[in-house]
Antibody
Framework: QVQLQQSGPGLVKPSQTLSLTCAVSGDVSLSNGAAWIWIRQSPSRGLEWLGRAYYRSRWRYDYAGSVNSRITISPDTWRNQFSLHLSAVTPDDTAVYYC?????????????????????WGTGTTVVVSS | EIVMTQSPATLSVSPGERVTLSCRASQSIAHKVAWYQQRPGQGPRLLFYGAYNRASGVPGRFSGSESGTEFTLTISSLQSEDFATYYCHQYHTWPPHTFGQGTRLEIK
């Protein structure tokens, strides 16, 4: 059974970079066809998809327009984990952040226009942006 | 962007009751809807995908259905562990993925 274990700081200062890591366990490889995503949840925005990484001959990335200039998702196949980096944070970025897996396995090649359901979620990390 | 509207926001029900949760899409999304359950302090858990395909380990008292742009999650007889918040999610048209605002089941 696939499990996602999150780690990272719960407090980040404004203008700094928020960095979280998601370790994937359960005999599954990051490059097995799924997409590895980050979603955040806040009372004001609800569940907000931030971005994803998936492997099709090379790593490919899709990011939400709302954070596109500030976000980077970094897969680490050696450690079987992936990370979120969100730069220049403001208090508006305060939220619970989740890593998750999107079931993108049926899509071959460039899956830029494909999407699927989310079948595994992490436990969540509460991140507060405050000085 | 497709908007998913869930109703009601909160539902007060008693254990053993049958409950129906609704989710309406702002446009046609075929059957590409997923439902998730979220208990306090936990991440969401997949219940259904493709509107009515039950995920592994989900009890049979849960069922999903669709009618046009209206999607329904039904729990036939509420158990104590079912009191949680439920979200629908459309993955037909993206970006972005969009989610409903959730329906919270509370004990009457």
């Amino acid at each position: 059974q696939v499990q996602l274990q999150q780690s990272g700081p719960g407090l980040v200062k404004p203008s700094q970079t928020l960095s979280l890591t998601c370790a994937v366990s359960g005999d599954v490889s990051l490059s097995n066809g799924a997409a590895w995503i980050w979603i955040r949840q806040s009372p004001s925005r609800g569940l907000e998809w931030l971005g994803r990484a998936y492997y099709r001959s090379r790593w490919r990335y899709d990011y939400a327009g709302s954070v596109n200039s500030r976000i980077t998702i970094s897969p680490d196949t050696w450690r079987n984990q992936f990370s979120l980096h969100l730069s220049a944070v403001t208090p508006d970025d305060t939220a619970v952040y989740y890593c998750a897996r999107e079931h993108l396995n049926s899509c071959a090649g460039d899956c830029h226009r494909a999407s699927s359901y989310i079948d595994v979620w992490g436990t969540g990390t509460t991140v507060v942006v405050s000085s | 962007e497709i908007v998913m509207t869930q109703s009601p926001a909160t539902l007060s029900v008693s254990p053993g009751e049958r409950v129906t949760l609704s989710c309406r899409a702002s446009q046609s999304i075929a059957h590409k809807v997923a439902w998730y359950q979220q208990r306090p302090g936990q991440g969401p858990r997949l219940l259904f995908y493709g509107a009515y395909n039950r995920a592994s380990g989900v009890p049979g008292r849960f069922s999903g259905s669709e009618s046009g742009t209206e999607f329904t999650l039904t729990i036939s007889s509420l158990q104590s562990e079912d009191f949680a918040t439920y979200y629908c999610h459309q993955y037909h048209t993206w970006p972005p993925h969009t989610f409903g605002q959730g329906t919270r089941l509370e004990i009457k």
